[in-house]
């Protein structure tokens, strides 16, 4: 808000003095990292001057005294080389305070231009253990869907289950031999994924086993009644228990468009490339090859070998007439382009399936695709000895059994602090900072990088967790439970003290921040920015009294309280992590 106001009437400033801009110039105003010569801050006048070889502090000058912020800023000064640095006025911090107060929106302004964002994540596969992969996509993709909302675009979010595939021979097999009714009725993934893994190791031991497979897999692919049935009630009974557990954790699918949904697409789709020529036969099998259109180190479908660069093509049909994972993902491409007329889409998908993207994406654009499509990559959740992460049990971690064990040790936590509160709001209490804690140990890190998963660090009170965040929030909530509810605020407000003023800056940043996340596709800024926003107000809390203080006084520190009360939960919200009003 602030930033965007003041790079306005920079540029304003500009053209007044008479500065003419060279081509692809625009001068900016960023957050200031060192606050002690201001909120905000220029360097344009030194970029600038360095373009036109004149002298920097005396261009900073100039604009300065063509800049026209006097209802907003109390000061604006030239310092070091050539920085304009820009203080706010308290009035004009004052006033955000009330917006952010009476707003929906805690005063963050919706987009300029509103985008229809397909938002694909999660996307376990049916029959197969869901790996920790799944568990980064679920929170990253649900955070970024709800970002990408809350500025104004429209979203869809589709779960693009593996419902589909090789898999499906094994299971049918140990369906019609070794399924435990008992069990699965009792938890159906987790027996679907035990079947699984026990004919997949038969299968490995005997080639007998495995040509069973095959054969019940072409059965299914062929529509075999019996076959197609199973497969139904696999789908069907995974589908269940995992919307059980993405309603536990307050996630939401508009669709549920899995592989299958796709599977009479993909015939067509392979005749249209071998038509338009965009995919050639190459030994059988159905192929895109590399256009020669980009240069070969930004070519997916060239991989260096030596010091030479070979095919690397990305295979839409098998020899023997099986179509891919790529297929699969170009078919779901058209309809989502065609049906929901999607401006963007976002996969957010481990970083191993960067080329298998890469590829998809350049071939699509062949077709005369021009949404545009983002990989929002991800690395690898390691365990505390820094090795692959393991549950408890030792087993590959599901997100069905962390999330289990985080409410459980946050019950046991709740258990420990008796403070009059029932069973039943002890367990909503468990439930939210469980679940929120294992959400927040991943939004709070930058998603490229692995991080080490812990228990006692995630469920800690210090540092930048989840409980510490939301405990913020009880404190804003447990001073106006003091009062009765009888306090009505106004907008008689004067910030004084510094850590009012500082705490009222980081309050009015939210409105840039929450922008800024989807830039580069990082809920981590919204996280550290969170973080901040709860110390400042601990600071706050710390130097200025409010239930004693009095008039305007009073007014504005309760005034900073709702609001941090009110940006700490829409914040948190954003992050699919929901508050308390006790802990
Ligand atoms: N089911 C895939 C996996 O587990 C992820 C699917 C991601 N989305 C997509 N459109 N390919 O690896």
Not at 283 to 291: E, I, L, N, R
Not at 452 to 481: C, E, H
Request: aromatic share 8%.
């Amino acid at each position: 808000m602030f930033r965007a106001l003041l790079t306005s009437r920079l540029q304003a400033a500009f053209s007044a003095a008479g500065i003419d801009l060279p081509e692809g110039f625009t001068p900016g105003v960023v957050i200031a990292s060192d606050t002690r010569f201001g909120d905000y801050q220029s360097n344009a006048a030194m970029i600038l001057a360095k373009q036109l070889k004149t002298n920097p502090r005396a261009l900073a000058e100039q604009i300065k005294a063509a800049l026209q912020v006097e209802d907003l800023c109390e000061k604006v000064t030239v310092d070091g080389p050539g920085f304009l640095n820009l203080t706010l006025s308290a009035a004009a911090l004052a006033e955000r305070l009330s917006v952010i107060v009476k707003d929906d929106h805690v005063g963050v302004p919706p987009v300029a231009q509103a985008k229809t964002i397909v938002v694909d994540f999660s996307a376990p596969n049916i029959a197969k253990p869901m790996h920790v992969g799944h568990i980064r996509s679920t929170f990253i993709g649900d955070s970024l869907a709800r970002v990408a909302r809350f500025i104004g675009h429209k979203v869809i979010t589709d779960n693009h289950v593996g419902d589909w595939g090789t898999q499906f021979g094994m299971i049918i097999h140990g369906w019609k031999t070794q399924l435990d009714q008992e069990k699965l009725k009792a938890d159906p993934i987790h027996e679907l994924v035990s079947v699984y893994k026990a004919v997949n190791a038969a299968a490995k031991a005997d080639e007998a086993v495995l040509e069973i497979c095959k054969g019940e897999l072409v059965k299914l692919q062929q529509g075999d009644a019996e076959n197609l049935g199973i497969w139904k009630e696999c789908v069907r009974l995974t589908l269940e228990q995992l919307e059980k557990v993405y309603g536990a954790l307050d996630i939401k699918f508009d669709y549920y468009l899995g592989e299958s949904f796709y599977n009479d697409a993909l015939a067509p789709l392979v005749a249209d490339m071998l038509n338009q020529g965009i995919a050639t036969i190459s030994d059988g099998a159905t192929v895109v090859f590399s256009d020669g259109s980009v240069k070969p180190e930004n070519d997916p479908f060239l991989i260096r070998e030596k010091d030479e660069w070979k095919a690397a093509p990305c295979i839409i049909r098998k020899g023997d007439g099986g179509f891919l994972y790529a297929t699969t993902d170009l078919a779901t491409i058209d309809y989502r382009v065609k049906e929901w007329k999607a401006d963007e889409i976002w996969y957010v998908v481990g970083a191993p399936q960067q080329l298998h993207f890469r590829q998809v994406f350049a071939a699509a654009q062949r077709r005369g695709v021009t949404t545009k499509m983002i990989h929002i990559a991800f690395g690898s959740i390691l365990g505390p000895d820094g090795k692959m992460f393991k549950t408890r049990s030792g087993e590959t971690v599901g997100l069905l059994e962390v999330i289990d064990e985080a409410i459980e040790r946050a019950r046991a936590a709740a258990d420990e602090k008796e403070q009059g509160l029932s069973d039943a709001e002890k367990d909503e209490i468990a439930r939210i900072i469980g679940g929120g804690s294992v959400k927040y140990a991943e939004l709070s890190q930058n998603r490229l990088t692995d991080y080490k998963f812990s228990w006692d660090k995630m469920l800690s009170l210090q540092g930048n967790t989840a409980p510490y965040l939301i405990n913020a929030y009880v404190r804003t909530r447990s001073i106006f439970r003091k009062l009765d509810g009888a306090v009505t605020l106004t907008d008689d407000l004067a910030i004084t003290e510094p850590a009012e003023r500082a705490l009222a800056m980081k309050l009015a940043q939210f409105a840039e921040n929450s922008h800024d996340i989807l830039d580069d596709h990082r809920p981590n800024l919204l996280a550290n920015y969170l973080y901040e926003l709860a110390s400042a107000y601990h600071a706050f809390f710390e130097a200025c009294n409010v239930l004693r203080s009095e008039g305007t006084v009073r007014n504005t520190r309760l005034t900073l309280c709702e609001a941090t009360g009110r940006v700490l939960k829409t914040g948190l919200g954003l992050l699919g992590i929901q508050t308390t009003e006790r802990m």
